[in-house]
T-cell receptor, first 111, second 114 residues
Framework: QKEVEQNSGPLSVPEGAIASLNCTYS??????FFWYRQYSGKSPELIMF????GDKEDGRFTAQLNKASQYVSLLIRDSQPSDSATYLC???????????FGGGTRVLVKP | DTGVSQDPRHKITKRGQNVTFRCDPI?????LYWYRQTLGQGPEFLTY????????KSRLLSDRFSAERPKGSFSTLEIQRTEQGDSAMYLC????????????FGPGTRLTVL
């Protein structure tokens, strides 16, 4: 079992719709969770981080965390073609000294 | 620009040659990380510095790899006797103690070993 798992996609979403991305992790000691966006050929760009169970909203993005289920999700509302990218879920080690990434979910927003 | 910078952005080398990459973190960040990313995969952790001390190394970091951060500012990653399997994007990230553990990535160095 991989430490951080994501569906590789592609997740095809019509423009204006909600994109829902999921991520599961194996280390129950993990305390901080991150979503990065990565365009082809570019480096990861931080979108959001979340530490507490529940929802955290930032603009069109909402991160959801459920530590009991070891599950993190990202919702993208009003999806735009510019949101087309690979979204990486990352989990910090309990010691906080490294991120473990999932393989990423590729999102395609179609006009 | 006060973000993380990396140099060079691209490097093409022949198998067996040595290469060195440089990372300059965000100025107030004392933690620095190196990751490697191959096509279609998420970044994989290589090593971590807190100030000038290298505190953790991944098993991915074979004897051919060495990293330094001599004055706790910029860092270098050297690969000796490169192999075709070393072809990847090498990413540097930084963050600060007591912060949100949020790592900010540089633009990466893309290495191609022929």
């Amino acid at each position: 079992q991989k430490e951080v798992e994501q569906n590789s996609g592609p997740l095809s979403v019509p423009e204006g719709a909600i994109a829902s991305l999921n991520c599961t992790y194996s280390d129950r000691g993990s305390q901080s969770f991150f979503w990065y966006r990565q365009y082809s050929g570019k480096s990861p760009e931080l979108i959001m981080f979340i530490y507490s169970n529940g929802d955290k909203e930032d603009g069109r993005f909402t991160a959801q965390l459920n530590k009991a289920s070891q599950y993190v999700s990202l919702l993208i509302r009003d999806s735009q073609p510019s949101d087309s990218a690979t979204y990486l879920c990352a989990v910090n080690s309990p010691a906080g000294n490294k991120l473990t990434f999932g393989g990423g979910t590729r999102v395609l927003v179609k006009p | 620009d006060t973000g993380v910078s990396q140099d060079p952005r691209h490097k093409i080398t022949k198998r067996g040659q040595n290469v060195t990459f440089r990372c300059d973190p965000i100025s107030e960040h004392n933690r620095l990380y190196w990751y490697r990313q191959t096509l279609g995969q998420g970044p994989e952790f290589l090593t971590y510095f807190q100030n000038e001390a290298q505190l953790e190394k991944s098993r991915l970091l074979s004897d051919r790899f060495s990293a330094e951060r001599p004055k706790g500012s910029f860092s270098t990653l050297e690969i000796q006797r490169t192999e075709q399997g070393d072809s990847a994007m090498y990413l540097c990230a930084s963050t600060s103690d007591g912060g949100a553990d949020t790592q900010y990535f540089g633009p990466g160095t893309r290495l191609t070993v022929l």
